[in-house]
């Protein structure tokens, strides 16, 4: 017994037309919402970026107990940072350290490290150049020389 198609559609017609009211209601109230909530969460607005190029020291991080010492060459690197035109314009030189970690050097004498930038937060490291540096350990003598002085 199988009804026929009209029958599916007739019968119970006020409950199905009810039931497609408050479908497409719901789906009304549930779309206006999302679009509010995403319409109220606005971007930044953006602004005119901008970038600093600088030519900066390279500074050796190591512990305090490393007595040795070791030398960076180039000892400086072009630093270009990008960010928001009011920012670079209030950017100071010591706002962005230039540094090579040596804590994890053991015994090498000569060797190539990254080099690290460390920025404020709203100012994006663009470019370094050099990316790496070689860093030499100096050995010193502890004897000092000496001149006499006969007559």
């Known amino acids: 017994m199988t009804m026929p198609l009209r029958d599916y559609i007739v019968?119970?017609?006020?409950?199905?037309m009810a039931s497609v009211i408050v479908a497409i209601l719901i789906w009304m109230t549930i779309h206006s919402n999302i679009e509010g909530s995403f319409s109220s969460f606005k971007l930044p607005e953006t602004h005119v970026s901008s970038t600093l190029s600088r030519?900066?020291?390279?500074?050796?991080?190591?512990?305090?107990?490393?007595?040795?010492?070791f030398a960076i060459t180039?000892?400086?690197?072009?630093?270009?940072v990008r960010g928001d035109d009011k920012v670079l314009n209030d950017l100071q030189l010591t706002d962005v350290q230039v540094f090579v970690n040596l804590l994890d050097v053991k015994d090498a004498k000569s060797f190539r490290k990254k080099v690290t930038v460390h920025t404020p937060p709203t100012v994006a490291v663009a470019k370094v150049v050099p990316e790496e540096v070689t860093v030499e350990r100096v050995t010193t003598t502890n004897s000092p020389t000496r001149s006499t002085n006969q007559n």
């Open 11 to 16: 019968n119970n017609f006020l409950w199905k």
């Open 55 to 69: 030519s900066l020291p390279v500074y050796v991080i190591s512990t305090a107990s490393d007595m040795r010492a």
């Open 74 to 80: 180039p000892g400086e690197v072009e630093v270009t």
